[in-house]
């Protein structure tokens, strides 16, 4: 009998629960990811404009549709007292090694010149 070559392309993949699963074919192709704290602070944004136009009442309501508290609601839109130039950065991904605790400690400085990271 002739042996039988045959190639099979798999990877370890994250399932449910993030149990790791073995997959068929290659992987996906990692992508370039949005920093945590640009997402927030896009989400901070959000959820200020939602405000103003009157389609939520307040953070607590955010909270409630959101599934979390109303202390991590505050915690995302006190991203929006960081001086416009940061936020800015921060949106732009400039600012990526910055963690989002170290941010939450800038946030109660009012003068902006006085936010530096």
């Known amino acids: ?47 200020d404009r939602l405000i103003r136009e009157g389609k939520v009442k307040d953070y607590a309501e955010i909270a409630r ?21 940061l936020q800015e950065r921060l949106l732009s991904g400039v600012v990526v090694s910055e963690s989002e605790r170290t941010l939450r400690r800038v946030t109660p400085h009012i003068n902006w010149s006085s936010q530096r990271l």
């Open 65 to 85: 549709l959101g599934g979390v508290t109303r202390a991590r609601v505050t915690q995302v839109m006190n991203l929006l007292s960081l001086a416009p130039g």
């Open 1 to 47: 009998m002739n042996a039988v070559e045959r190639e099979v392309r798999f990877h370890v993949g994250r399932g449910a629960k993030s149990e790791r699963q073995l997959r068929k074919g290659d992987a996906k192709p990692v992508q370039d990811k949005v920093p945590r704290v640009a997402r927030l602070m896009a989400l901070a944004i959000h959820f």
